[in-house]
């Protein structure tokens, strides 16, 4: 608006005001509070039956005298793909559970049986 002054500058070509976007209403405020946006960490991943498994599948690994590379390398698959199923941070399906516990050779059923358990 002219001769109304906000305190930001003009662009002389446009006649627009320069606003940045901390304070544009229409981008949003970059000072949101972080808490709506974090993870909640009452997901199942982060549930108490999960780091079990997660407990299990590391002593099972370490039991068969792997380290998470050996067991990669065994699973066909990069070595993260290990660290993220020990450490909670991906879920692993029952078909992928039957091929860990091959590559361990562990007996899957037992496994089952001591998780069970441990969260009941």
Known sequence: MPGKSTGWPENATTGLRY????DNPIIGSA???M???ARKLDKSVHSVGQAAFCELMVRARKTAGLTQHQLAKRLRRPQSFV???EGGERRVDVVEFIEICKAIEADPNKLLKVLIQRVA
């Open 19 to 22: 606003i940045p976007f901390w």
């Open 35 to 37: 808490a709506t946006r």
């Open 83 to 85: 660290a993220k199923y």
């Open 31 to 33: 000072s949101a509070p």
